[in-house]
C-alpha cells in the first residue's frame, strides 16, 4: 500500500478552510467575532447586534437594528404542524432531541427553504427566531405552563427566558443571559460548526445543515458539559468536599466538566465573563452557593491537573439562577450557536469546496473470499 502521511487525530491543529467570521487566540486567550473583541461586544452590545454582525460582516445600524428585532419578532410562529407534532412527542424526551428533530421536521413545512440555493440569511433569521419557539412549546406542555406567545416586543434574550420560565425576566435577568448568548454565538471550527459547513459543502439546505449541528452539540464533550457542571456541584455538595470529590474522579480517569479546551492553552475568556455574571447574579439573588462551589472546583481543578475553566464551567450556575431547568441549558447553547452555524454554512456556500478528508486504512487487505456455506 502506498505512504500516507501522519494521522492527526481528532483533526488536532489541521487548518480546513479560511473563514473571516471568528479568531481564537488561544494562547492569548483572545476571541474576535468579524474583527470585533468578545470582551467589547459582551460589554456593550445585544444578541440580536452579535447575530447581525455575524451574517453581514459589520455591525448594524439602529434602523437595521431594528428591522431584525422586528423579523425575529414575525419569524418566531411555529407553522401549527409543527406545534402539533410537538405536542406529540413524548415529553420525557431530551429537549436536545426535540430540537434536532423539529429543526428537521420544520424543513417539511417550509420547502422553499431546502431547495437547492435557497438558503440565504433570511433561512439564519428564521431559524434563529424560531429556536426558542420550539424549546418553549415542548417545554411549556412537559411542565403545564400556558401557551406560548410570540411576544414581538421582547428581545431574543428577554423571549428565550419568557418561553422557558414564564415570567417577565428583570433587567439584570435578561442582560445575563443576553451575555451568555453573545458568548456562545460562534467559536471557529467547533465540532458543531464544522458538522454544519461539511453538510453545506455537499449543497445540501441549511436546515439539513443546522439539524446536523444540533446533534453535534449534544454530545458532553462539547455543548453538553454545562448540564453535567451542575450534576458535578450536586455531588460535591459543600466547598469542603471538592478536593476529594475531584481526586477520586482524577484517580479514575474522569474527565472534569467544564475544564480544558482544544485550542485555548490559557483561561478562555468566555469563562471569565461568565464568572463575574454568575457572581453578579448570585449577589443580587442572594444566592451564591454554586458560584462558590465553582471557584473552589476551579482551584482544585488547576492544582491537580493545570486546566482552566471553559465556557460551560459557569453558564449552568446563571442558568440555574434564572429557574432555568438543567436540560434546558445545552438546548440554550444551541439557540445562540445558531446564529454562527448560518453565517457559517451561509460562508461555506460562497467558497464551496466539499469536505472530504482521507483515512490511513489500518484493516487487513488481499483476504482470499470464502463462500457463505463453507464459512465456520
Ligand atoms: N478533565 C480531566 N482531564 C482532562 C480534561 C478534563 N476536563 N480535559 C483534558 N484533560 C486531559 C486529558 O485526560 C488528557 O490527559 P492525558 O494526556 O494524561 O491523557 C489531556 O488533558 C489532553 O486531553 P485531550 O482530550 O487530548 O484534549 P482535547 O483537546 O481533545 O480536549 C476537551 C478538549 C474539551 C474535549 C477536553 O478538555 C474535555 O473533555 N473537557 C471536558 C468536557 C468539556 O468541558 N467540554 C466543553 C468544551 S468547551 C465548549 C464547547 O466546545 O462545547
Known sequence: MPEMAEVQRGLQDVV?????????????????????DIRDLAARSTFEEVAYLLWYGRLPTATQLEDLHRRFGELRTLPDELGQRIDQMPVGAHPMDILRTAVSALALFEPEETKPGASSIGGAQRLTAVLPSILGQFHRRRSRLPPLKPRPELSQAAYLLYALVDREPTELESRALDVALILHADHELNASTFAARVTASTLSDLYSAVTSAVGTLKGPLHGGANERVMELLDEIGQVDRTEEVVKAKLVRHERIMGFGHRVYKVEDPRATILREWSRKLGEAKGDLRSYELLRALEAVVHQEKGLYPNVDLYSGSIYSLLGVPRDLFTPIFAASRVAGWTAHVLEEYQDLRLIRPTAKYVGAVDLPYVPVSQRG
Open 16 to 36: 480546513a478552510l479560511e473563514s473571516r467570521i471568528c479568531f481564537i487566540d488561544g494562547r492569548q486567550g483572545r476571541l474576535i467575532y468579524q474583527g470585533y
